[in-house]
């Protein structure tokens, strides 16, 4: 095998590792729709695959403009501990925009208490 090889493989393994990671992300908005209309809110997509925002709900009223994050276990210092790989940008704050942290193990969504 020579370098060129070599390089194509990591790069389509990369690619691979972005697919899942993208998909996860689909499936955990998806599900958060349907968690949302149990909750009473009517739900409106992002239709884009980018920008501070995946969902708009309404409810009471309210509009609520939040971002879906998958959390994972935090496997470093405080074990067994949940984290969220991000943090609000500065946009996200501007604009009031939450988080709803999914948990895909158990299949649970909780909203982040943002302290900033």
Known sequence: MDNYEMFDNETE????????????GDL???KA????WEQG????LNCGCSGPIDIVAYKDGECTLIDVKTT???LRANKGDWRIGSKRTEEQKEKGIVFLS???????FYW????D
């Open 13 to 24: 393994t990369e690619n691979n590792l972005e697919l899942n990671r993208s998909r996860k």
């Open 28 to 30: 955990a908005e998806h």
């Open 33 to 36: 729709v349907a968690w949302l």
């Open 41 to 44: 809110y009517e739900v409106f």
């Open 72 to 74: 994972q276990r935090e």
């Open 102 to 108: 999914y948990i895909p193990e158990s299949g649970d």
């Open 112 to 115: 982040i208490n943002h302290k």
